[in-house]
């Protein structure tokens, strides 16, 4: 099972975004048959091998094995991946462009996007990826963003021409700095 699939594909989006169909996936965290999931969700196994025939025609689940049960052979099922990430190209953009202000939401929503991407497209079958992740919460007062912004860009410069060399391994950095929401648990 991959950790993420990342969808570009409206036909997939169509048949993932049905409630009944992400909830099918829950349960097919682990390999199950149908009449299994039909039992935990209180729903005929009919029904549940409808909504499973169209996840396995999108590419989101797939027939793990089968077994023979009572003279016929019952599909067991497994979601192919824990995570499903939408692509935003998926909706497209809406409007024009706004000019690349750094300081402004439509930049860090841009570079989500593009980090998103990269992320998606890295190859997960090289075994574990070196990657780095740092998070942190600072505060800036508003009068101080521009002056942030500034020393930010400095402190990466620096970081840049210090490793930017033609020997290692290749990283691309990118760093988000946003409003921090109320706490989740």
């Excluded at 016929?72 to 462009?97: C, D, F, H, K, T």
């Excluded at 497209?121 to 505060?139: F, K, Y």
């Excluded at 990466?156 to 210090?162: A, C, G, H, P, S």
Aim: hydrophobic residues 40%; negative net charge; glycine residues 8%.
């Amino acid at each position: 099972m991959r950790d993420v699939l990342y969808l570009e594909q409206i036909e997939q989006a169509e048949a993932l975004l049905k409630p009944q169909r992400v909830e099918i996936l829950r349960q097919l965290a682990e390999p199950r048959t149908c009449t299994e999931i039909a039992a935990r969700m209180e729903q005929t196994p009919q029904r549940v091998y409808y909504h499973v025939k169209q996840l396995v025609a999108a590419g989101l689940v797939e027939l793990v094995n089968e077994r023979r049960v009572r003279g016929i052979n019952e599909g067991i099922y497994q979601a192919v991946a824990r995570s499903y990430w939408l692509s935003p190209r998926l909706v497209g953009r809406i409007g024009g462009r706004r000019v690349r202000d750094e300081l402004s939401l439509g930049y860090l929503l841009d570079l989500m996007e593009e980090v998103q991407a990269d992320v998606a497209a890295l190859d997960r079958t090289a075994g574990e990826l070196p990657s780095v992740g740092v998070s942190g919460e600072i505060r800036v007062p508003p009068e101080h963003r521009q002056q942030f912004l500034h020393d930010l860009q400095a402190t990466l410069q620096d970081l840049f021409t210090r490793y930017g060399g033609a020997e290692g391994d290749a990283f691309k950095l990118a760093v988000a700095v946003y409003p921090k929401g109320t706490d989740r648990d």
